[in-house]
């Protein structure tokens, strides 16, 4: 038996990947960027075995203790790559063990609620892409390793890299060009924080994949967001990380945010994700954001009522600070992080 475990972090979209233009190869109607969480926080725990003894008749996948199916065309495509780069390696090298054929057995931990829109399936894949690519010591680096994630799925390309990420969309129609590359390491902006605000930990209500073939083929909006908003936007991300220039870098995420749910609202049937807790965060930001005449923290939220807020490390105690005294109440709200604040002037204000 072969073994090998890996962790794989959560990474959340500051510029949202929403659409595909080729469904079977997951490729993007636009690029996206990301930051990935510290793996102190967020995290998929995976231990990937491959053996050829009885009790390893099949391919298996446990995910927090449960049999779950391998079925589905996206895990037996990142199963079938990496398989396939494991057999050519064996076919050329006949010193190798043929691992290649023996069943997969996949067992996968997350730290955090799965499929609440806190990026579960991101982390998921890149675990299991990155566990396999190491059981089979494939020589691929994280760039080649995304573009098989991305066939799970799509924000998972963006996982394999820590820090600042940005999925290119690439332009090839086999979607070779089509993957995750570095912005900047994690030491390029260390004052960068999240705070994750678990408004439910229940699964979404409308999937991702679902929800935005749904507004492809149904919002007027949507077609002008792709063409018109995300490019210049992206470079101006981009360059915001860069120059770790916060003041543009949360207006910028906070647009994105804003313009992902309005073309989910623009959907037909429309695609609610932000509930009145998520609006009343909204809000929050806002205002704290207007008292300091700064943008002091950056709020963005995913397909689902949670919200991330981005903010800089001088500004922790301002931000958990007031986030603790509107929203401390919420599951998962950990108290210990946010003692010892001071609340700004104009607050307290009504949500
Ligand atoms: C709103 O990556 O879950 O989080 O490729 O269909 O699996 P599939 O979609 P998925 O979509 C993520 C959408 C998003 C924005 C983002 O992460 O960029």
Known sequence: MYSVSVTA???????????????????????????????????????????????????????????????????????????????????????????????????????????????????????????????????????ELSKIARQGSGSACRSLYGGFVAWEMGSKKDGTDSRAVQIADVGHWPGIRAAILVVSASKKEVPSTGGMQLTVGSSDLFEYRVKNVVPPRYKEMEQSIIKKNFEKFAELTMRDSNSFHAVCLDSYPPIFYMNDTSKRIVKLINELNKSQGRNVAAYTFDAGPNAVIYYEEKDEHLVLGVLNEFFGHLPGWDKKRSINYSLPDRFPIDL
């Open 9 to 143: 972090p959560v990474n959340i979209a500051t510029l949202k990947y929403w659409g595909k233009r080729d469904s079977v190869l997951n490729l993007p109607t636009n690029s996206s960027i990301s930051v990935t969480l510290s793996q102190d926080d967020l995290k998929t725990t995976t231990t990937v075995s491959c053996s050829d003894s009885e009790s390893y008749s099949v391919d298996q996948l446990y995910l927090n203790g449960k049999l779950e199916s391998l079925e589905s065309l996206r895990s037996q495509k990142c199963l079938g790559e990496l398989r396939k780069y494991r057999s050519e390696m064996e076919a050329k090298d006949g010193s190798l063990p043929r691992i290649s054929e023996w069943p997969l057995r996949i067992v996968s931990v997350n730290n955090f609620p799965t499929a609440a829109g806190l990026a579960s399936s991101a982390a998921g894949y890149a675990a299991m892409v990155y566990g396999i690519a190491r059981l089979y010591r494939l020589p691929l680096d994280r760039s």
